[in-house]
């Protein structure tokens, strides 16, 4: 993924930048140990969820670096999922949770910033929820207007094309729903994506 090895060439940069030796260290070697992972599986068209997961603690704790604790985040996996017996695509996850970052959590300005990722299993298929409490999707676009910063997102755009040929290709059957959350008078109040993965490759999922 292009788009991700440029931001974090770019962070680096910016600790070197700033004469933050140590910080650079250390994200270079997270950086250089997540690119190893991907590495070690390019021959292979999917990865096991199990190796989707490591590679996704290693990017937040590199995000959670790079943004020096401007958010808390935690990873939940539920205990009776065998990951090796799910296949995803690489960099399923990232996307949704860069944007969840970014665009959500970075620009509240609050002080509770929260990311949170469950993966739990019902019936014949994997949940993988990614919430924020961020600013919503609606108020990230208005700003994005106001900062005149009109790009599509790079990430939200190929993450979708990659989903629409895996299924065309009936490689695999992964759904996507993402919910604007909202409280009793319509302030936002985060977003929540929910990715469902399902183990039964001869059916399709209607979410």
């Known amino acids: 993924n292009p788009h991700f090895i440029f931001n974090s060439l770019n962070a680096i ?4 930048n700033t004469e933050n030796k140590k910080a650079a260290n250390d994200y270079l070697s997270r950086f250089a140990r997540l690119m190893r992972l991907y590495l070690n599986g390019s021959d292979s068209q999917f990865i096991s969820l199990e190796q989707e997961l490591e590679v996704l603690k290693l990017y937040c704790s590199l995000e959670h670096l790079r943004f020096a604790d401007k958010f808390q985040y935690s990873i939940t996996i539920d205990h009776d999922i065998d990951l090796k017996d799910y296949l995803v695509p690489a960099m399923l996850l990232q996307p949704h949770v860069e944007n969840a970052i970014r665009h959500g959590l970075i620009p509240s300005g609050k002080d509770n910033n929260l990311l949170t990722i469950f993966v739990r299993q019902a019936d014949q298929q ?3 929820t990614i919430q924020d409490n961020g600013i919503g999707r609606e ?5 994005k207007l106001k900062q005149k910063v009109l790009h599509r997102s790079m990430g939200n755009k190929i993450s979708k094309e990659r989903l629409e040929m895996i299924r065309a290709l009936k490689l695999a ?9 909202k409280d009793s008078t319509g302030s936002p109040l985060g977003t929540k994506i929910e990715i469902y993965i399902s183990k039964n490759n001869h ?5």
């Open 173 to 181: 059957y992964i759904s996507e729903v993402i919910t604007d959350l």
């Open 203 to 207: 059916s399709v999922i209607q979410v």
């Open 126 to 128: 994997i949940i993988c």
């Open 139 to 143: 108020r990230s676009w208005e700003l």
């Open 13 to 16: 940069q910016q600790f070197i």
